[in-house]
């Protein structure tokens, strides 16, 4: 069972490059979730989708974008990366977004804007 | 939005001894509580969580506790492991809504 597949697991990126960070979820879950985590700060909404075709903005959206296309991808887009991104990306799923439940965390993506 | 506060951000205890991480949230209308166990290298994953009509919840060594009035809500670890060593988080949220995170505690348990 992989659940929630992140690449790359790391990455090293000069300013200005555009990345995209992938998410694959296997669990057939409606709602997907990218946060980024970094030190003092806990986990942050970046931007979610209740379900395929759908998006919406988390708490800190700017300089991200995200899509869905399908109901498994949900990949993350720094159009113009700066030093300020460089974090820890996980993507989340649960079943339902409508209703209360268990996140599933993937093991993460860690940025370097240089 | 939500703000939820989590103390503390750092926390030894020895071995066998007993864990308490504390959190607190603004908004009334919360009604769902998980805490998530962070291991080194690794996503979070849920260990326990507790709705808001229920006061306390029990799992083996590990238990929450629910103050809707003071809005606040408390992770228990009892006979502490090794293994218990890593970053812990709270979070609450509105049934449907997103959750919101506490800055997380590092536990270490020292053998």
């Known amino acids: 069972i992989a659940g929630i597949t992140q690449a790359p697991t790391s990455q090293i990126l000069a300013a200005g490059r555009r990345m995209t960070l992938r998410c694959t979820q296997d669990m057939r879950h409606n709602a997907m979730y990218w946060y980024r985590q970094d030190l003092g700060l806990g986990l942050r909404l970046i931007h979610y989708s209740n379900t395929a075709g759908t998006t919406g903005k988390g708490e800190v959206p700017d300089g991200y974008s995200v899509s869905r296309a399908n109901t498994d991808d949900f990949p993350l887009t720094l159009a113009s990366a700066v030093p300020s991104q460089t974090s820890v990306y996980f993507c989340?799923?649960?079943?339902?977004?409508?209703?209360?439940?268990?996140?599933?965390f993937g093991e993460g993506s860690r940025l370097t804007v240089l | 939005g939500e703000n939820v506060e989590q103390h503390p951000s750092t926390l030894s205890v020895q071995e066998g001894d007993s864990a308490v991480i504390k959190c607190t949230y603004s908004d009334s209308a919360s009604n769902y509580f998980p805490w998530y166990k962070q291991e080194l290298g690794k996503g979070p994953q849920l260990i326990i969580d507790?709705?808001?009509?229920?006061g306390e919840k029990k799992d083996q060594r590990i238990a929450v506790t629910l103050n809707k009035t003071a809005k606040h809500f408390s992770l228990h670890i009892t006979e502490t492991q090794p293994e218990d060593s890593a970053v812990y988080f709270c979070?609450?949220?509105?049934?449907?809504?997103?959750?919101?995170f506490g800055t997380g505690t590092s536990l270490t348990v020292i053998p």
């Open positions: 507790i709705r808001s009509n229920v």
């Open positions: 989340a799923s649960r079943r339902e977004a409508a209703n209360t439940g268990e996140l599933f």
């Open positions: 979070a609450a949220s509105i049934t449907g809504n997103q959750f919101y």
